[in-house]
């Protein structure tokens, strides 16, 4: 159901001895979206995650998992959901499928004959006699993955899934994760990969110091980046017109003679490259310029100074 909220936390605290942990968090997820955990190593990720998961009691606050209270239904609640926290556990002298067995066991799930499509899901053929300890890295991963949907969960809580992972493994679980998206899943990861995560996330929730700064869409990401597409064309009339003509959405900003700057989510450079050889324009630069998310994300925990 399109706006539904599949997690609610509100004021949550956790204390550590001296070390406050969590103060006073609070941050909504909506069905059907992957959102990015963003925060610097002990800005309170994992220690979120780890309550979510069962494994640390919150001081104080209140947790719902689609209509459950958490802790106080917990069974419930951790039936709808998969995770993986800081690493996959699995047993390396057992094979894939042994390892899957297992986890739906300890679920009480009963889905056993589901077992060969899920390993195939997550991008693993060929492996039925295979044991952990031969894998490589990335395929632990993908098991690891597989592992968190041995009970057909409707939410998806990952703590730094492409972790140690070379480009080519990152890709490999990035599709994994956008094709379980797009059948239904919501997804809450965090990651210190912010290049990664911007190619994935549709909203973001920034945490630092125990605190939540920013929640916010992608979007939202992006107007507050202010990403733009930078033109230097020879008719930057002709072009304006062009551009605000077939796309009303978008803001253009003249800076000088022949530069444009061209505000939208919705228009690409090549787009833009298209209208300008339609119309006989030349252009001497077409680029995207404005902040990526690691100068958003340094620029929110600093206050907005850098």
Same mark, same amino acid.
């Given at each position: 159901?399109?706006?539904?909220?599949?997690?609610?936390?509100?004021?949550?605290?956790?204390?550590?001895?001296?070390?406050?942990?969590?103060?006073?968090?609070?941050?909504?997820?909506?069905?059907?979206?992957?959102?990015?955990?963003?925060?610097?190593? #002990?800005?309170?990720?994992?220690?979120?995650?780890?309550?979510?998961?069962?494994?640390?009691?919150?001081?104080?606050?209140?947790?719902?998992?689609?209509?459950?209270? &958490?802790?106080?239904?917990?069974?419930?609640? %951790?039936?709808?959901?998969?995770?993986?926290?800081?690493?996959?556990?699995? &047993?390396?002298?057992?094979?894939?499928?042994?390892?899957?067995?297992?986890?739906?066991?300890? &679920?009480?799930?009963? &889905?056993?004959?589901?077992?060969?499509?899920?390993?195939?899901?997550?991008?693993?053929?060929?492996?039925?006699?295979?044991?952990?300890?031969?894998?490589?890295?990335?395929?632990?991963?993908?098991?690891?993955?597989?592992?968190?949907?041995?009970?057909?969960?409707?939410?998806?809580?990952?703590?730094?899934?492409?972790? #140690?992972?070379?480009?080519?493994?990152?890709?490999?679980? %990035?599709?994994?994760?956008?094709?379980?998206?797009?059948?239904?899943?919501?997804?809450?990861?965090?990651? *210190?990969?912010?290049?990664?995560?911007?190619?994935?996330?549709?909203?973001?929730?920034?945490? *630092?110091?125990?605190?939540?700064?920013?929640?916010?869409?992608?979007?939202?990401?992006?107007? /507050?980046?202010?990403?733009?597409?930078?033109?230097?064309?020879?008719?930057?009339? !002709?072009?304006?017109?062009?551009?605000?003509?077939?796309?009303?959405?978008?803001?253009?900003?003249?800076? #000088?003679?022949?530069?444009?700057?061209?505000?939208?989510? *919705?228009?690409?450079?090549?787009?833009? #490259?298209?209208?300008? /050889?339609?119309?006989?324009?030349?252009?001497?630069?077409?680029?995207?310029?404005?902040?990526? !998310?690691?100068?958003?994300?340094?620029?929110?925990?600093?206050?907005?100074?850098?």
């Amino acid at each position: 159901m399109e706006n539904e909220s599949i997690l609610e936390i509100q004021g949550l605290n956790k204390t550590y001895g001296s070390l406050q942990a969590l103060k006073d968090v609070s941050f909504t997820l909506t069905r059907g979206k992957i959102y990015g955990f963003i925060g610097e190593n #002990g800005a309170g990720k994992t220690t979120c995650i780890r309550i979510l998961a069962g494994l640390t009691r919150p001081d104080s606050g209140r947790v719902r998992v689609l209509g459950k209270d &958490y802790p106080q239904k917990a069974k419930e609640a %951790r039936a709808r959901m998969g995770f993986m926290v800081e690493r996959p556990i699995y &047993y390396d002298n057992l094979t894939a499928a042994q390892n899957l067995d297992l986890q739906m066991q300890l &679920y009480g799930a009963h &889905y056993q004959a589901e077992i060969p499509q899920l390993i195939e899901r997550v991008g693993l053929k060929n492996i039925e006699k295979r044991k952990l300890k031969d894998f490589s890295l990335g395929m632990k991963q993908r098991l690891g993955i597989a592992m968190t949907l041995a009970n057909k969960p409707d939410l998806l809580v990952l703590d730094e899934p492409v972790n #140690g992972l070379d480009p080519v493994g990152m890709v490999d679980v %990035r599709h994994i994760l956008q094709k379980l998206n797009q059948e239904g899943m919501t997804i809450f990861l965090s990651s *210190h990969i912010l290049a990664e995560l911007y190619q994935l996330a549709s909203d973001y929730i920034v945490i *630092h110091q125990g605190q939540i700064l920013r929640c916010l869409s992608l979007a939202e990401l992006n107007e /507050a980046c202010q990403k733009n597409i930078n033109v230097i064309a020879s008719d930057t009339d !002709l072009l304006q017109q062009q551009v605000e003509t077939q796309f009303p959405e978008a803001r253009v900003v003249r800076e #000088g003679a022949h530069t444009l700057k061209i505000f939208s989510e *919705h228009v690409e450079p090549g787009q833009i #490259g298209r209208i300008a /050889a339609n119309n006989q324009i030349i252009l001497s630069k077409l680029s995207y310029e404005g902040d990526d !998310l690691e100068s958003f994300y340094i620029k929110t925990i600093s206050g907005g100074q850098q």
